[in-house]
């Protein structure tokens, strides 16, 4: 015979002080849980959504990233050599020569700093990168003092609007026009501006690139591509824009793996908490409890009954947690990388994934501080109980 539900919510109304102690400690570790969860999957979601593997982007072998490296005039000219590469519409093999710079600009919502990366490109990357979709204005002129910026830059950082000017240099004292506002799929690109490659080169009186990314013509001969780059013929490193944009993402796999060791301690801790509001609990209602088996409830009808009101305890408390956790989702942050030292605007999201992983370890938080108590509970001696009261 099980007790009725009522029961255990009048026993949580009767603790307040001690249920609310514990309710909160649990909706913090849930909400913490879901925030670090939801920046994890934001970061993953828009590096994974970035590039294809039709694409390689070949770098300077020892750099970490494009912002690290350095392809003299006469490397990047042995690349377009390599196997398997498509043909634009001009018969000229898609191959796009890319120079990465950083910029500081000031947020929109608080003011701060961001290091925004601005890249350098020639038209062939409108064919190498058919992601890139012109969404407002137009695109650049080859030659001119013009840009485009990526729409989550322009939704997150200020002097990015249409015909707006910004400026960008060596020395600061070139003036770049806004012309147009893309999309990239929702990837990393979003977060970059893109200006014509020459004349960005001698605003920063750089001639070199940083990369080259070429598009193939299947993506099933990625590997014997890049095989031939990194063979003597050209001695460059090459990866799929997917290996790529993953090794990226290395920091911030880092990140979450000494966060969740943290949240894990968190979640030690609540246990604890629900354990001790549960001991003092037991040792309150020992009359009552060999009342209940006076009266012929079984000793699992006591265990069942303690850990039903502990996870009701955190049951709500993860609905308060998860509740909080909502009023970031959707909102958009970046992220900077010390990879590339320039910062990856994503988006907090509360998936339903993210609701079931939270739910199931405040369920395991509940069951875990209620389990020795409630088994304290059901082996109170009937007697022995009623003479102490």
């Known amino acids: 015979m099980a007790l009725p539900l009522y029961y255990n919510w009048r026993n949580l109304a009767r603790r307040k002080l001690s249920t609310l102690l514990t309710f909160v400690v649990v909706a913090v ?4 849980l879901a925030v670090l969860l939801s920046f994890a999957t934001g970061i993953r979601e828009s590096l994974a959504a970035t590039g294809t593997s039709r694409n390689i982007i070949v770098i300077k072998p020892g750099a970490t990233s494009e912002s690290t490296s350095i392809l003299l005039p006469d490397e990047a000219a042995r690349i377009p050599q390599a196997p398997h590469i498509a043909l634009g519409p001009d018969g000229q093999p898609l191959v796009s020569r890319e120079l990465c710079v950083q910029t500081s600009i000031p947020r929109k919502h608080n003011g701060g700093m961001a290091n925004v990366a ?8 409108f064919e190498v990168h058919r992601e890139v979709r012109i969404v407002e ?4 002129n080859q030659g001119a003092l013009e840009i ?16 707006q000017e910004l400026e960008l240099g060596r020395l600061g004292n070139r003036m770049f026009k806004v012309v147009g506002v893309f999309e990239a799929g929702g990837g990393a690109l979003e977060s970059e501006i893109w200006a014509p490659r020459t004349v960005l080169a001698d605003a920063y009186d750089r001639r070199f690139s940083s990369s080259a ?10 590997a014997e591509t890049i095989e031939y780059i990194r063979g003597p013929s050209v001695e460059l490193e090459a990866k799929t ?6 090794e990226l993402s290395k ?10 060791i943290l949240i894990s301690i968190m979640a030690v801790g609540a246990i604890f908490a629900v354990a001790n509001t549960m001991y003092s609990a037991v040792d309150g209602r020992r009359r009552e409890i060999a009342m209940l088996r006076a009266i012929g409830f079984s000793r699992r009808s006591i265990l069942l009954a303690f850990v039903i009101e502990s996870v009701l305890i955190c049951f709500l408390a993860c609905a308060a947690g998860l509740a909080g956790s909502l009023f970031v989702s959707g909102s ?22 993210i609701l079931a992983v939270a739910l199931a370890t405040a369920l395991l938080v509940g069951v875990c501080g209620a389990l020795a108590p409630a088994l304290k509970a059901s082996r109170t001696r009937i007697i022995e109980a009623l003479r102490k009261a």
């Open 332 to 353: 958009r942050r970046d992220f900077l990388s010390e990879t590339t030292w320039t910062v990856l605007a994503y988006e907090l999201e509360i998936t339903p994934v």
């Open 251 to 260: 920091t911030t796999r880092e990140i979450v793996v000494l966060t969740t």
């Open 148 to 163: 485009i910026v990526g729409k989550a830059a322009a939704e997150r950082y200020q002097m990015l609007e249409q015909g």
């Open 213 to 222: 990314v070429l598009a193939l013509t299947d993506a099933g001969h990625a």
């Open 118 to 125: 601005v890249r350098g490109v020639d038209d062939a990357a």
């Open 241 to 246: 824009e997917p290996d790529y944009y993953d």
């Open 29 to 32: 570790v849930v909400l913490v």
């Open 137 to 140: 204005g137009r695109r650049f």
